[in-house]
């Protein structure tokens, strides 16, 4: 039997292309610190913002109650680094001068923690994402990139309005359960990751798998991909390995073409 795409990938990948490690907190903080910040360029660049709404965090390496987050109304075209909080989950700002988005709290504590295995969770109110979600329904397995999430993403099915009360949090984070993603009824796209690279990947896979099937039921009947296949492909390019792979790329353009964001 073949080996799946991500296992020939990362066995012919060099230690250059393996994801860092570290032996001390301080180290991987920073380096945390900078693959969020880069992923909020990254939404900024592809024109995911919709004024102060979305965010992004990452749990500190080192205290797994902690978190990193955007502050409020700040461009995500011109967050940097030193603009970041770290926040707990009791919603206080233990690093930083901003404000904490109260949304962000709601639905980033709750997710947190549930999910002892997620280290970061991205959303925002993209365009495809948020027309999507007001049909109502999961994505079918159209094409090779939606069968990301084939079988590994929910509905959120009661929009309340503005996420402001942190059991509101908890009930998508029961809602989302193990998957990887959810579909929130009349508001957006929510991804998570075990690192920032795979939950801002997803997050921009699943809004561009979002914009394919609304386009393809625009223009006639598409044609899904058959249940196994769609379950084999799905190991191929729904997992962490290949997320954090596919998110490189994008992540070596953005810091190239904005140096600045790390000042």
């Given at each position: 039997m ?7 990938v ?37 024109g ?5 709404a ?7 390496p ?15 075209k011109?967050?940097?680094?030193s ?64 069968c ?36 929130l ?11 920032v690279d ?66």
């Open positions: 073949n080996k799946p795409a991500y296992e020939v990362m066995s012919k990948a060099n230690q250059s292309v393996e994801p860092e490690t570290f032996d001390n907190f301080e180290d991987e903080r920073l380096y945390v610190k900078k693959r969020l910040t880069a992923g909020f360029r990254l939404f900024g660049k592809l995911f913002d919709e004024g102060s979305g965010h992004i965090t990452v749990r500190d080192e205290h797994s109650d902690r978190f990193w987050v955007n502050p409020f109304g700040v461009s995500f011109q967050i940097k680094m603009e970041l909080l770290l926040v707990n989950h009791d919603g206080e700002i233990l690093e930083g001068d901003g404000i904490l988005n109260a949304a962000a709290f709601a639905i980033h504590s709750g997710i947190h923690k549930a999910r002892p295995d997620v280290m970061a969770a991205a959303h925002s109110h993209s365009v495809y994402g948020k027309t999507w979600s007001s049909l109502g329904r999961k994505l079918d397995p159209l094409t090779q990139d939606s990301a999430f084939y079988n590994d993403h929910v509905v959120f099915n009661d929009f309340t309005g503005v996420v402001l009360d942190p059991s509101e949090g908890k009930r998508i984070a029961k809602d989302l359960g193990q998957n990887k993603a959810a579909i009824l009349n508001h957006g796209l929510l991804t998570v990751g075990t690192c795979t939950a801002v990947w997803w997050y921009i896979t699943m809004e561009r798998s979002c914009q394919a099937q609304l386009m393809a039921e625009a223009a006639g009947t598409p044609v899904f991909v058959r249940p196994d296949i769609a379950e084999i492909t799905y190991g191929d390019v729904g997992n962490e390995k290949i997320g954090w792979f596919n998110f490189k790329p994008l992540h070596d353009v953005i810091v190239a073409e904005q140096p600045d964001m790390f000042d």
